[in-house]
C-alpha cells in the first residue's frame, strides 16, 4: 500500500483535532476568564531510503533521503494573555489583572485553581463560586484584627448581620473659634458666651448629649471660662474650667501645662460604668476676630451592624458599619505558579497542578508576580475571533488537503489494478 494513504490519514486525524481546539475556543467565547488553547503540528517519523555520505578527493557529498510518514499533534497549550474585564454591578465579583489565579477548595479536600471571579455570598456568608466551591484566603485574628498571610488558608466570609458593641468616649477635642469681639462685660450672657452640645458615649453604646457653654471672662487677659450642663434625666455632669488665648496671634494657650486641658465627668443611672471620666482638649481652639463656631466630636462610637463591605486591590475584605467604623473582614489569596500553560483543565472554568506547573506560590494580591485585584469586575475570555475563524480556514483546508491525497493515492491503487485487468 502507499505511504502516502497513511500519511494523508495522520493529517487527517491531526486536523480533526486542530478544528476541535477552535471550536472548543469559539464555543468559549464568553466564558469567564478562558484562557484560549493553541495547537502546534510535528512531523512523525521519517523513512531513510538512502544515507547520506561525506565527501571525499573524487565526489562531494551525498544528503541522507528520507520520506516522512506523516504528521502528528506536538502540543495543545494555553493563551494565558490578559482577557479584557467587563464591569458589574456585584462587589463580589473579581477580576484579577496580571499573574495568578483564585484559590478554591473542592470539597474534598484538595484545592483547584481559576481565573474566574464570578463569586456570590452563600447563606453561610461564605463567598463561593457558582458551583459552590468556597473561595480561599485569611481571616483575621479574632484577637489582634490583624491577618497573617502565613497562617493556612480558610474560607473567606463575610459575617452579614454582625454586630459592633460601641465604644465609650475617652477624649472630647474642640476645634473651631470663640469670637475675640464677643465682651465680658456685657449684660446679656448671649453676647459673651458660646455653646456647643458634644455627643459623648457611654460603655454601653449610648449616647449622652452634653452642653458645654464657654463664657468670656476678661478682655484684656483674653481669658475664657468653660462649663458643662445636660437636660437628660438619670444624667448628671460636671467639668469646668478656663482657657486663654495669645493676644497677639489668638492661638490657644495651655495654662495647664499638662494633658489634657480638663476633664467632664458623667454619672449614669442606666447600668453603664460610672462616673465615666472623659479627658478634653482645647488646642485646635482659636480667638480671632470670626464668628464663632465651635465643634467638639468624641472618640466614642455607638454600636454598629454590618451595613456592607468592599474588596480592595490587595484583596482585603473591609467591612462598613451602621456607626461609621470599617472593620477588616478578611483577606482574599492568590497563587502563581512557574509555568502555568502546565495546569490541568478540570471543567467548571478550574484548573489543577501537574508535574509540569510547579507548585503553586500562595500570596498577597499585588505582591511579587501576582496581579492585583478589582471588585465589581469579570476577565472575560481572550478568544481572538479573528484568529479563531482563519484557524478555522487554515484546518479545514489542511484536512481538505488530506483527504485528497487519499482519493489520488486510491486512484493511483486503481489504475495498478487495471494493470492486471489489461
Same mark, same amino acid.
Given at each position: 500500500m502507499l505511504r502516502s494513504l497513511f500519511s494523508a490519514i495522520s493529517g487527517l486525524r491531526s486536523n480533526q483535532t486542530f478544528m476541535d481546539v477552535v471550536g472548543n475556543n469559539i464555543s468559549n467565547v464568553n466564558t469567564t476568564g478562558f484562557k484560549a488553547a493553541h495547537l502546534t503540528f510535528e512531523d512523525l517519523l521519517s523513512q531513510t531510503v538512502r544515507d547520506g555520505s561525506a565527501p571525499d578527493q573524487q565526489r562531494g557529498g551525498i544528503n541522507p533521503a528520507q520520506v516522512g510518514l506523516g504528521v502528528q499533534v506536538a502540543s495543545i497549550g494555553m493563551s494565558m494573555a490578559q482577557g479584557n474585564l467587563q464591569a458589574t454591578e456585584s462587589p463580589t465579583d473579581l477580576a484579577i489583572q496580571g499573574d495568578g489565579f483564585f484559590i478554591l477548595a473542592n470539597g474534598q479536600g484538595g484545592r483547584v485553581y481559576t481565573r474566574d471571579g464570578g463569586f456570590s455570598l452563600g447563606p453561610n456568608g461564605v463567598l463561593a463560586n457558582a458551583n459552590g466551591l468556597e473561595v480561599l484566603g485569611w481571616l483575621p485574628d479574632p484577637t489582634t484584627g490583624l491577618i497573617d498571610p502565613a497562617q493556612p488558608l480558610q474560607p473567606i466570609t463575610i459575617p452579614v448581620g454582625d454586630q459592633m458593641v460601641g465604644q465609650a468616649s475617652t477624649q472630647v477635642t474642640f476645634k473651631g473659634n470663640l469670637d475675640q469681639r464677643l465682651d465680658a462685660a456685657a449684660a446679656n450672657a448671649s453676647d459673651k458666651s458660646v455653646q456647643t452640645t458634644v455627643?459623648?458615649?457611654?460603655?454601653? +453604646?449610648? @449616647?449622652?448629649?452634653?452642653t458645654v457653654t464657654f463664657t468670656k471672662t476678661n478682655n484684656a487677659s483674653n481669658t475664657w471660662s468653660w462649663s458643662v450642663s445636660t437636660t437628660e434625666s438619670g444624667v448628671s455632669v460636671s467639668g469646668?474650667?478656663?482657657?486663654?488665648f495669645d493676644p497677639a496671634t489668638g492661638a490657644f494657650t495651655d495654662t495647664n501645662g499638662t494633658a489634657p486641658d480638663g476633664t467632664i465627668s458623667l454619672t449614669l443611672g442606666n447600668g453603664a460604668t460610672s462616673p465615666q471620666s472623659v479627658n478634653v482638649s482645647f488646642a485646635n481652639l482659636t480667638q480671632v476676630a470670626a464668628s464663632s463656631s465651635v465643634d467638639g466630636p468624641s472618640d466614642g462610637l455607638a454600636p454598629g451592624s454590618l451595613t456592607g463591605f468592599s474588596i480592595g486591590a490587595n484583596g482585603e475584605v473591609t467591612g462598613a458599619y451602621s456607626n461609621g467604623l470599617k472593620k477588616l473582614l478578611g483577606q482574599v489569596a492568590?497563587?502563581?505558579? @512557574?509555568?502555568p500553560q502546565g495546569l490541568l483543565r478540570q471543567g467548571g472554568n478550574t484548573f489543577t497542578t501537574s508535574p509540569n506547573s510547579g507548585t503553586p506560590v500562595i500570596g498577597v494580591p499585588g505582591r511579587g508576580s501576582r496581579g492585583q485585584i478589582?471588585? +465589581?469586575?469579570?476577565?472575560?475570555s481572550n478568544v481572538d475571533l479573528g484568529q479563531e475563524f482563519t484557524n478555522m480556514i487554515t484546518a479545514e483546508r489542511g484536512f481538505q488537503a488530506s483527504s485528497r491525497v487519499i482519493t489520488t493515492s486510491d486512484e493511483i491503487l486503481q489504475e495498478l489494478v487495471n494493470l492486471k485487468r489489461q
Open positions: 455627643t459623648l458615649y457611654d460603655t454601653l +453604646g449610648q @449616647a449622652h448629649q452634653v469646668s474650667g478656663s482657657l486663654s492568590l497563587a502563581s505558579f @512557574a509555568n478589582s471588585s +465589581g469586575y469579570l476577565e472575560m
